[in-house]
């Protein structure tokens, strides 16, 4: 058995983990920024963001590459690329249970980034929707279509029914 190629299967798993923790760091400034409708701050993690998903598929190549050679050298088919879990159930101890922590490590960060952009979609749709509202109201836009308040304050349903709505100034 070759150490070495165990060794760089574990040095290239760090890599990963280290770029999905990274990846977590700028969700969770995206929803800050998101939260304080910080453009200028959302536009600059952005890019970060960007950079670093090329990074990440970059090493994802040779991620796959050192999981493929420590699968061959421990005799996994090849007809299908190995799970961190299966060549970790074939090696030594001291690095099986390594390799095992860092497979569940790379599960539990996926969750985590799933949650996250989740949370930030719906801030974002959240900040859409009363931004659209907000633009609606100001221009006078709802009434157009008939979705304005009239004068009454009831809904109206016809666009000649409806004023555009006034904002007092003590508003």
């Keep these: 058995m070759d150490i070495r190629i165990i060794r760089d299967l574990e040095e290239a798993l760090e890599g990963h983990l280290g770029r999905y923790r990274e990846l977590i760091d700028f969700l969770d400034k995206e929803k800050r920024y998101l939260l304080n409708m910080d453009l200028d701050g959302l536009y600059r993690l952005s890019k970060l963001k960007e950079e670093l998903a090329r990074t990440i598929l970059e090493e994802s190549g040779h991620f796959t590459g050192c999981l493929s050679s420590a699968g061959a050298m421990l005799g996994l088919p090849e007809d299908s690329p190995p799970t961190l879990v299966e060549v970790a159930a074939l090696c030594p101890k001291p690095y099986a249970n390594r390799l095992a922590d860092g497979a569940m490590t790379l599960a539990r960060?996926?969750?985590?980034?799933?949650?996250?952009?989740?949370?930030?979609?719906?801030?974002?749709?959240?900040?859409?929707?009363?931004?659209?509202?907000?633009?609606?109201?100001?221009?006078?836009?709802?009434?157009?279509?008939?979705?304005?308040y009239g004068q009454d304050g009831k809904k109206g349903k016809g666009a000649g029914k409806c004023l555009p709505a006034k904002l007092s100034r003590d508003v």
Excluded at 110 to 135: C, D, P, T, W, Y
């Design 109 to 148: 960060l996926k969750n985590q980034i799933l949650q996250e952009n989740e949370q930030a979609r719906r801030f974002v749709e959240e900040s859409l929707g009363l931004v659209n509202e907000s633009i609606n109201i100001l221009s006078g836009a709802n009434t157009l279509r008939g979705e304005g």
